[in-house]
């Protein structure tokens, strides 16, 4: 008889922020969690003896396919030695990906290296975050106004700066980046019998398929995704699946209609104001741009940071020591302090970094990466030196490439969620043994997460 797995999963985030979204989906649901910036080692893992869930916080949603084959391959060997039947490869929910960065068909191709048996499942509907999958096509809800967009139409996706989304059919759109073939579970299975479900879904997976992409637009819907993938997984070496939190609402979500809900539930509803807090943000979605408004009108001192002085190598030291004692002393004044470095797409202070890095001998597409980079890497180096020097209890940080960055330069052991903030960008807790970092509470947040008055709920909290 096989000994049960010590792990019930384990998962990668492709980005900091969608790291958080999936250990909250799973500590909010019972499970213990903890999120690391590199695959633990054993020796680590004692240090976390009880986790139900391990999770690994990365950063190849900017990573070109090269990158991602330097850097992936060691990772998912990583994930695969937990012995966990189930590994998630967390994607962002608006699948905003390309040929060039952020592939998703990369990533399944990858993926084989490490975890032969296929087809790999792709969960795409979050109805929690406003995500829906429908016979294969992505619907996202636009955060300003609640209305919900197909993901090619969407205001903030189909325009965003590095990954426009220009295809809504995620078969066609992941298949574009790879030689894959994709088929589909569409929803009206879901609403027949279990018995006929299986049977269709048994049909698919017979003809072996690269990937499957299971439709969710309900969470009944996702509750039946879930006993699909738990079943596909029964055999031998854990089973690899992308998508994104889907993944993690449809299995608790069946873990708990299958056996009842864990026995300790922690409560996260209620978190404490902060006297001050520190919010940086390098988005430069519509929606932060309302939110760092908000901000501002609301009180916090207001940073802007010229971005291309960030990525002039030159110019950077003056600037690095200049807007970090601009912030320490706001903060030793009592302020909260919001340093930002766009206010929405049109900002010039984009368009002036690109023109800077172009005329480096970048090419434009490069520069809106490679700027996008530099700067988390740049912001991060800031926001420790303002922590050295005016200690703080809270740091809310916006924008994938921001919230990733930062934190890879502050370095903690692991995070733990602390609380709820808006989903999909829990309030975290850091665990470090650094002091200056230990205990630290950090929520990092995509562009299009969060409400207007995200910061200002970060600070006053809700206790």
Known sequence: MTAPARYRMAFYGDDFTGSTDALEVLAFAGYRCALFLTPPTPETLERFAELDVVGVAGDSRAMSPEEMARHLPQVFHALARLGAPLVHYKVCSTFDSSPTIGSIGKVIELSRGAFPRMPVP?????PALGRFCLFGNLFARFGTDGDVFRIDRHPIMSVHPVTPMAEADLAVHIALQAPLRIEKIIFPSYETSRTAADAALKSVLDGQ?????FDAGTPDHLTEVGRH????????????????????????QWWRERDGPPQRIEAYDRFASADRVLAVSGSASKLTALQIHAAIQAGFADVP????????????????????????????????VILHTARGAEDPRIGAMIDALTARGFSHHAAKHT?????????????????????IKRLLLSGGDTSSQVTKVL????LEIAARLAPGAPLCRALSRSNAINGLEIALKGGQMGGEHFFERGKLGNA
């Open 305 to 336: 940071v010229d971005a291309r002085v960030l990525v002039d190598d030159a110019q950077w030291p003056a600037a690095h020591t200049d807007i970090a004692e601009r912030a320490v002393a706001l903060l030793n004044q009592g302020r909260s």
């Open 371 to 391: 700027g996008g980079r530099i700067l988390g890497e740049r912001l991060g180096q800031i926001v420790r030196s303002i922590l050295e020097r005016a200690p």
């Open 122 to 126: 792709i969960v795409a509907g979050t």
């Open 411 to 414: 370095g903690p052991d692991a």
């Open 209 to 213: 398929p690269d990937a499957v992409l």
């Open 229 to 252: 993938i738990e079943s596909q997984a029964r055999g031998a070496g854990p089973l690899f699946v992308v998508g994104s939190s889907g993944v993690e609402y449809a299995l608790t």
